[in-house]
T-cell receptor, first 111, second 112 residues
Framework: EDKVVQSPLSLVVHEGDTVTLNCSYEVTNFRSLLWYKQEKKAPTFLFMLTSSGIEKKSGRLSSILDKKELSSILNITATQTGDSAIYLCAVKLNSGYALNFGKGTSLLVTP | DTEVTQTPKHLVMGMTNKKSLKCEQHMGHRAMYWYKQKAKKPPELMFVYSYEKLSINESVPSRFSPECPNSSLLNLHLHALQPEDSALYLC???????????FGPGTRLLVL
């Protein structure tokens, strides 16, 4: 059975801290790993990772995939209260249509 | 532009009502999806349309009926729903089924 596990499940940090969110997967026929940020409603696309070791960066957010370790991390530096959200990791397989989501990491950034 | 729009934003319906959720995208995407998300859970795939044809139905009860009138529109018709169907219903689209999915803002549905 395909599995995507995120850790930690929840995290509380102070503004300005750096956080690292983890996603590990056990799937057959891996195609890509995606990170989404979900605030009150829709998940917003952050990154898609297909190749190991290549960092994707967008402002204070960055992410990297390690295919050997079957995992990915999402880093957020100099956190702000607006970063408070649930961060979802999802894995896309070569077969099928679904995104296999992890349970998400709930991040709260306090002032 | 990566915008997927959904209407209505909120919907309250009784168990005997018939209602429809609408989703629209103008990105030229050829794959569109319906997901259901319960509180504190990740989204669960319900239906996938690829090139306006239903490609997958993830064992969803028949009280949910999808429709894809054209490549930009996706509807979800609701009939005789149960209170446990209350959830956030998300629409997504992608260039093709293998590509990144972009989500709409969702419709929060409450069934009384």
């Amino acid at each position: 059975e395909d599995k995507v596990v995120q850790s930690p499940l929840s995290l509380v940090v102070h503004e300005g801290d750096t956080v690292t969110l983890n996603c590990s997967y056990e799937v057959t026929n891996f195609r890509s790993l995606l990170w989404y940020k979900q605030e009150k409603k829709a998940p917003t696309f952050l990154f898609m990772l297909t190749s190991s070791g290549i960092e994707k960066k967008s402002g204070r957010l960055s992410s990297i995939l390690d295919k050997k370790e079957l995992s990915s991390i999402l880093n957020i530096t100099a956190t702000q209260t607006g970063d408070s959200a649930i961060y979802l990791c999802a894995v896309k397989l070569n077969s099928g249509y679904a995104l296999n989501f992890g349970k998400g990491t709930s991040l709260l950034v306090t002032p | 532009d990566t915008e997927v729009t959904q209407t209505p934003k909120h919907l309250v319906m009784g168990m005997t009502n018939k209602k429809s959720l609408k989703c629209e995208q103008h990105m030229g995407h050829r794959a569109m999806y319906w997901y259901k998300q319960k509180a504190k859970k990740p989204p669960e795939l319900m239906f996938v349309y690829s090139y306006e044809k239903l490609s997958i139905n993830e064992s969803v009860p028949s009280r949910f009926s999808p429709e894809c009138p054209n490549s930009s529109l996706l509807n979800l018709h609701l009939h005789a729903l149960q209170p446990e169907d209350s959830a956030l219903y998300l629409c997504a689209s992608s260039q093709a089924v293998s590509e990144t999915q972009y989500f709409g803002p969702g419709t929060r549905l409450l069934v009384l």
